[in-house]
């Protein structure tokens, strides 16, 4: 089975959530290659994955857990557990199915990658480091630039501009529209006060299909401190219209500007 491709969505410092991962797809092999016991499983997963995209988490944890169940072997069901506990905040869970998905591909850079960002989601930042880092050289279906994009927001939250800056850019080369590398790069001149250069790539975000409540709300706050009226009520003008429930437009409505 080709390994599955899941990484996380490292977009603005506040997300925490994983970027979704498609239904996992069989290699193409013939009917004498693929045991029973391989097509089972491989059905549990792709029924994992599909659940876990949906945001039904535990038919996902339970599809996950009968896929391991008829096949122990199989790392991308340990893979997808661990996300379907990331999602429903059970650490000590997640980290045992990560683990036990890396100690049996250790090199698998997408598994890798979701268990830095778990560390540093939960502030581990020295353990998440070194996981980000080989990542980003480990194979990976999606290449480097998620596991930099990763990297990058991981340095950012844990205070290291400098290196969070090297991370985003070496993402930005592989893919110029990356929407949380841009994001990211926004908060850091944000908070570095470069309000210009935080414009700009909030706005490379903000003008594409990309736009969150996220984005919108930092482009705003980015806006006010430029005192740029037109430019702000633009963008919570957006803010409210297309993400009224979201936390960003409750925020604005509080006044928490700096939060």
Same mark, same amino acid.
């Given at each position: 089975?080709? %390994?599955?491709?899941? /990484? &996380? ?6 997300? *925490? +959530?994983?970027?979704?991962?498609? !239904? =996992? #797809? $069989? ?96 502030? %581990?930042?020295?353990? /998440? &480091? ?6 980003? *050289? +480990?194979?990976?279906?999606?290449? !480097? =630039? #998620? $596991? ?112």
């Amino acid at each position: 089975m080709t %390994r599955l491709i899941v /990484a &996380v969505l490292t977009g603005l410092v506040m997300l *925490s +959530a994983c970027q979704l991962p498609p !239904p =996992a #797809k $069989p290699d193409l092999q013939t009917a004498s290659d693929q045991t029973d016991r391989t097509r089972r499983a491989t059905i549990r997963l792709q029924l994992a994955t599909s659940y876990l995209s949906a945001g039904q988490y535990s038919v996902a944890l339970d599809e996950a857990k009968q896929a391991i169940a008829i096949d122990p072997t199989l790392v991308d069901a340990y893979h997808i557990r661990a996300l379907v506990y990331m999602n429903m905040n059970e650490r000590a869970l997640a980290e045992d199915s990560f683990r036990s998905a890396l100690s049996m591909r250790p090199d698998d850079g997408d598994v890798l990658n979701n268990y830095g960002w778990f560390l540093c989601l939960n502030g %581990r930042y020295r353990e /998440a &480091v070194p996981y980000l880092e080989r990542a980003v *050289s +480990a194979p990976s279906a999606s290449g !480097p =630039a #998620k $596991p930099l994009t990763s990297l990058g927001a991981c340095q950012l939250r844990n205070g290291d501009g400098e290196a969070a800056e090297k991370s985003l850019f070496g993402a930005l080369r592989y893919d110029r529209n990356n929407p949380e590398a841009n994001s990211n790069l926004a908060l850091l001149y944000y908070q570095r006060g470069d309000y210009a250069r935080a414009k700009e790539y909030a706005a490379r975000v903000n003008n594409s299909s990309f736009v969150s409540a996220q984005s919108l709300w930092l482009g705003a706050r980015i806006a006010r401190r430029q005192g740029d009226a037109a430019t702000q009520n633009a963008l919570v003008g957006q803010l409210r219209s297309r993400f009224p429930d979201s936390r960003e437009l409750t925020a604005y409505e509080q006044g928490a500007w700096d939060e």
